[in-house]
């Protein structure tokens, strides 16, 4: 049986492009490298964007796809892997599986905020989600195989790791803001909270948190570790408040980056928190107050949770990079 060929459409931009490339690197790892071929839907749809005099959306996209098509059936792939908010339209995906390639999508947005899924489900045999709800009922409608997989920690090595006296802030936050995020973040510094807060979008935020904002552009994945690491804490918020929908809310790749980056998690008290790091030890909250008591609770005796933290970091080592998540990719796709 000859061996797979794995044809991988990238992410054009955000924090989907950086799990992308998270994602990519894990197939090197774990395939030979003459079997995987990359399609960058960013340089395509720039490319595109520039060559026309009046560029209209629908054209360029579907420039993008005839590209992608022809690319595809002269790299002779047996699997195309689209990754999130990649530009892949439905009549692409019906013309590769009648070309015998197998499709799959890693959908690792919130259904409740990217609609797209529902107009391409119909194209995949295989969805990844990082939810359930209304996508594990479509897939079984539509006949496509539904598949539970969570986001992982991004594998960054860090410059140099932080000494006890170089940790600064209480808790750090990363990721774009959201009203709800906001809110929380504004309550704990009005607290006494020395929080650090970075990410895309922060940089236009006008508010009481303007002193925290310690980098208010995209954050690649060391100057993730590094904001992480000099603070005790790190916060996983939704962009959404999850009251209204707990049993929907998914679990950021910020949570994994935390834990491996050695910092104590408190996050929101969700359902998949408990079934997704379910190996790890974290506080959970449920409103503002509960967040703030976590946290004076860990500030008291940071040194009780030293145990926890190295056995947290293991855990996430072993089980929880996007070399485990591309293993089970590989092992369900045959």
């Given at each position: 049986?000859?061996?797979?060929?794995?044809?991988?459409?990238?992410?054009?931009?955000?924090?989907?492009?950086?799990?992308?490339?998270?994602?990519?690197?894990?197939?090197?790892?774990?395939?030979?490298?003459?079997?995987?071929?990359?399609?960058?839907?960013?340089?395509?749809?720039?490319?595109?964007?520039?060559?026309?005099?009046?560029?209209?959306?629908a054209m360029v996209v579907d420039l993008l796809n005839h590209a992608l098509i022809v690319q595809c059936l002269a790299f002779k792939a047996t699997h195309i892997l689209v990754l999130a908010l990649s530009p892949v339209t439905l009549f692409t995906l019906n013309l590769l599986r009648e070309q015998k390639v197998a499709t799959l999508h890693w959908f690792y947005e919130d259904f409740r905020r990217v609609a797209y899924w529902k107009d391409v489900l119909a194209g995949y045999q295989y969805f990844f989600a990082i939810q359930k709800g209304p996508i594990f009922d479509e897939c079984g409608r539509r006949n496509t195989r539904y598949v539970f997989l969570p986001t992982a920690a991004h594998e960054t090595r860090p410059d140099r790791q932080f000494t006890q006296?170089?940790?600064?802030?209480?808790?750090?936050?990363?990721?774009?803001?959201?009203a709800y995020r906001v809110r929380v973040l504004e309550f704990l510094a009005a607290q006494g909270v020395r929080v650090a807060v970075a990410g895309q979008g922060w940089d236009r935020y006008q508010g009481p948190l303007v002193p925290y904002v310690v980098n208010g552009g995209w954050i690649d994945g060391k100057q993730s570790t590094a904001i992480l690491q000099s603070a005790l804490i790190g916060i996983n918020l939704s962009f959404n408040d999850p009251e209204f929908d707990r049993n929907n809310t998914p679990i950021s790749p910020r949570a994994f980056d935390v834990l491996l980056s050695g910092r104590v998690l408190i996050?929101?008290?969700?359902?998949?928190?408990?079934?997704?790091?379910?190996?790890?030890?974290?506080?959970?909250?449920?409103?503002?107050?509960?967040?703030?008591?976590?946290?004076?609770?860990?500030?008291?005796?940071?040194?009780?949770?030293?145990?926890?933290?190295?056995?947290?970091?293991?855990?996430?080592?072993?089980?929880?990079?996007?070399?485990?998540?591309?293993?089970?990719?590989?092992?369900?796709?045959?």
């Open positions: 049986m000859s061996a797979a060929r794995w044809f991988i459409v990238l992410s054009p931009e955000g924090a989907a492009r950086s799990t992308g490339q998270e994602t990519i690197k894990a197939f090197s790892q774990s395939v030979n490298h003459d079997t995987v071929k990359i399609f960058d839907s960013k340089v395509y749809l720039d490319a595109f964007k520039n060559m026309l005099k009046d560029p209209d959306e006296s170089e940790i600064s802030k209480d808790a750090a936050f990363i990721g774009v803001p959201s996050t929101e008290e969700v359902p998949l928190v408990h079934e997704v790091i379910h190996d790890c030890s974290f506080h959970c909250f449920s409103n503002e107050t509960e967040a703030l008591d976590s946290i004076r609770t860990i500030l008291n005796d940071p040194q009780k949770e030293n145990e926890t933290i190295a056995k947290n970091r293991q855990v996430i080592k072993a089980r929880h990079l996007y070399v485990n998540r591309v293993q089970k990719i590989l092992e369900i796709t045959g």
